[in-house]
Structures are given as C-alpha cells and as structure tokens.
C-alpha cells in the first residue's frame, strides 16, 4: 500500500489561506468518508485537526476546514498565522491489508 | 492530564527483540481502539498496528506483520508493542495512538525512540 500523495511544500504569507492536497485511490480515499488530518509541529508529536473529512474536535479553530472529492482530500488553512508553521498529514483508511494508511506530509511555511 | 506516555525504547541490534510500552492516564482506557504510529527519522508517518477494546480484533501493516505483536492490559490501562526479528528500517520513533474518533487518532503520546543498528 503506497503513501498517499501530498505536495511537499506549500507557503504563503500571515493572513493568506493556503489548501494542502492529499490524493489517494477509491481503495482508500476516494472509497470512504474516514480521512483525517493531523498538525505535527517540529519536534512534537502530531495533533488531530479533522476526522470524517470534514469535522473539528473541539478545540481546533475554524481557519481549518477541509473537504473530498473523488480520490482526492483537501485542507485549507485560512488566516494563516506564524503558528501554523507546521508538517501536516492526512490519513485514511484502506480496504487494503494495510488497514491505515498516511500521506507524504507537507511543510506549511510562513513566509 | 488525559495523556498517553509511551517508553522502552533504546537500541538494539539488527535481529533483536525489544518491547515498548504506553501507560493511559486519566480516560477510560478500555472503552478505546488503540493504535501504534512510527516515524523514522526526517520521515514521514507509518501506521503499525492497531487494538480493539477487548482485543477480539487486531490489524497489523504488512512490512511488520509476523514481526510485530501488539497487545493490551485494560486492567493497568497499558497497551504494548513487542517487536522481534527487528531491522534496521524499523529504526523510528513509536507513538502510541487512541482511536477517539472514528478512523482517526484523537490522542498522541510523545513517542519513544527505537534504534536499530550494529
């Protein structure tokens, strides 16, 4: 079961919105509702942001919202601040024997 | 706290064995799915296996299956990842995960590193 696929990088400047993409198969992604997304700053262990696509636990704020369509998953971050600064991974489950599987991760970059 | 806090990790030689473990902390441990995820380093992460409530279902990835045992003990609110015939690409850090919401990783220990190596 390969990684899902996410740009490596993705900038913009304080206040700006920037959509980080995650693109998988209709074996995982495109197959269920049950990608998530998690924040992973330097050093720390990561913290989920969304489950079920498009739903916030409590605690996280509204700047990030993401959606689905097709194979492909999508995170926005709106208002970016400083603090965002941070790698960012989906996740979905897959009907493969895998069970889990990630995506490559991306670097938001504050500029 | 509600935490999880994993440890036992070190080094170990390549072909080795080594258990890590992962102590709950102030949330009822046995009504949860729980989960542990590597990261080898400058990488990116790895799902490595996964735990029912009552341990009636357990699902490993395939580059540890065989390999790797996963296992818990609600009564000590502990969950463990005992790894055998280890290699070096197992080198990681291991972070256990709760499974609070459905398909997804609500809860994140720190991680315990794992170093395989001759």
């Known amino acids: 079961q390969s990684a899902l696929t996410q740009p490596p990088s993705v900038s913009g400047s304080p206040g700006q919105s920037v959509t980080i993409s995650c693109t998988g198969t209709s074996s995982d992604v495109g197959g269920y509702n049950r990608v998530s997304w998690y924040q992973q700053p330097p050093g720390t262990a990561p913290k989920l942001l969304i489950y079920e696509v498009s739903n916030r636990p409590s605690g996280v704020p509204d700047r990030f919202s993401a959606s689905k369509s097709g194979n492909t998953a999508s995170l926005t971050i709106a208002g970016l601040q400083a603090e965002d600064e941070a790698d960012y991974y989906c996740s979905s489950y897959t009907r493969s024997k895998t069970f889990y599987v990630f995506g490559t991760g991306t670097k938001v970059i504050v500029l | 706290e509600v935490q999880l806090v994993e440890f036992g990790g070190g080094l170990v030689q390549p072909g080795g064995s080594l258990r890590v473990s992962c102590l709950a902390s102030?949330?009822?441990?046995?009504?949860?799915?729980m989960n542990w995820v590597r990261q080898a380093p400058g990488e990116g992460l790895e799902w490595v296996a996964n735990i029912k409530e009552d341990e009636s279902e357990i699902n490993y990835a395939d580059s540890v299956k065989g390999r790797f045992t996963i296992s818990r003990d609600n009564a000590q609110n502990s969950l463990y990842l005992q790894m055998s015939s280890l290699r070096v690409d197992d080198t990681a850090v291991y972070f256990c995960?709760?499974?609070?919401?459905?398909?997804?990783?609500?809860?994140w220990g720190q991680g315990t590193m794992v170093t395989v190596s001759s």
């Open positions: 102030e949330f009822t441990f046995k009504n949860y799915w």
């Open positions: 995960a709760r499974g609070g919401r459905p398909h997804a990783f609500d809860l």
